[in-house]
């Protein structure tokens, strides 16, 4: 079976996942060819996982001041472009159209009638989880955006829908905690902003990760340049993580025990209805703005205990290999009933 995988650039969510998946369809001998659309080729990092991989422009969208730029998305955007790429990508060499969220794939496959397999914690949206109530367009602009013969969505609970748990590596690192020492990422707001929500927390340690070139150290605030193993070490000893709404590194969060702070990006849906997902299931408290008071208010709370996710990309992977024949409903029931954890979740939301 020869695979392309069409993976999503904007934000790191999606790469996070396509580095899971990554390991485990070479584990299963599968041959598989990566695309990423959605950020500037050269933004890219960290991409060893993906061999020699294509890139194209794709479909994002602008923010500013941690919103939405609405106008600036649809201005900055080209429909044109994207409707080029897909007619010019190739699909005959393919089996199979693997896509989290990617569109210059998804609808590659659609036109060339190649079948599709969609993995994203985006598709978990077809289904009635948390947020959806608030947004009755957003089924169908999901399938308008990256549509797939088969939708496989991942989330921190089933609520009742043939969902899987989160595509998460498994914690690598042994975890502890340093009191007062928080892991912060918000990369859609402004660098200035943050310091000052956090400049005067003088106690503690805030570590912010950012796209800058070189570490800045400025009294309690030490900024740090990205990095995926600097991150990880810092997430598997910190106190707490501030962040935004984002589902990957929510996910990560919940799997090493760390109290959460998030705030969501501004006029995006997905963001929105993850927060309200994490307050329905009690495990991260949300600012829907920057906020000292919020932060005040979040700091002194106790750790959560770890979400030890189980391998969802083993179990995928080997469906994947078997044909993706079976009904994703059982997969999905396997790996949630394999889940310790996954009773407490349900009293959570009784």
Request: glycine share 8%; charged share 25%; net charge neutral.
């Amino acid at each position: 079976m020869r695979i392309l995988y069409g993976v999503q650039g904007t934000g790191n969510g999606h790469i996070t996942r396509a580095r899971v998946m990554s390991a485990a369809l070479a584990k299963a001998g599968l041959e598989v060819d990566y695309m990423f659309s959605g950020r500037p080729a050269d933004a890219y990092f960290n991409m060893e996982p993906f061999g020699e991989y294509r890139t194209r422009r794709g479909m994002t969208f602008v923010t500013e001041a941690g919103k939405v730029q609405r106008y600036r998305t649809l201005r900055d955007n080209s429909l044109p472009e994207l409707i080029r790429d897909v007619r010019a990508l190739d699909l005959s060499g393919y089996d199979l159209v693997l896509t989290d969220f990617e569109p210059v794939t998804a609808w590659a496959a659609k036109l060339q009638k190649v079948r599709s397999i969609g993995v994203a914690h985006q598709y978990a949206f077809c289904y009635r989880v948390p947020g959806v109530e608030r947004a009755p367009l957003l089924k169908p602009c999901l399938s308008l955006f990256a549509p797939a013969d088969v939708k496989v969505g991942v989330h921190w609970h089933p609520f009742n829908a043939p969902i899987l748990p989160p595509l998460i590596e498994p914690q690598r690192l042994p975890l502890s905690r340093e009191a007062g020492r928080i892991l912060v990422y918000l990369p859609f707001e402004a660098m200035e902003d943050i310091k000052a929500v956090l400049r005067p927390f003088s106690d503690y340690r805030f570590v912010i990760y950012a796209r800058v070139d070189t570490p800045l150290d400025e009294g309690n605030l030490s900024v740090r340049p990205l990095s995926r193993d600097g991150f990880q070490a810092d997430l598997a000893r910190c106190d707490g993580v501030i962040c935004n709404a984002g589902f990957g590194l929510c996910s990560e969060t919940l799997q090493a025990g760390k109290k959460l702070l998030v705030k969501p990006l501004g006029g995006q849906v997905e963001q929105l209805a993850n927060a309200r997902a994490l307050q329905q299931l009690e495990r991260g408290q949300v600012m829907n703005k920057l906020s000292t008071d919020a932060v005040a208010r979040w700091l002194p709370g106790d750790n959560p205990d770890p979400l030890p996710w189980p391998d969802t990309a083993g179990a995928l992977v080997e469906w994947l290999a078997q044909g993706a024949e079976a009904p994703v409903a059982d997969l999905s029931t396997r790996l949630w009933r394999d889940f310790q954890s996954a009773g407490l979740l349900a009293e959570q939301l009784s």
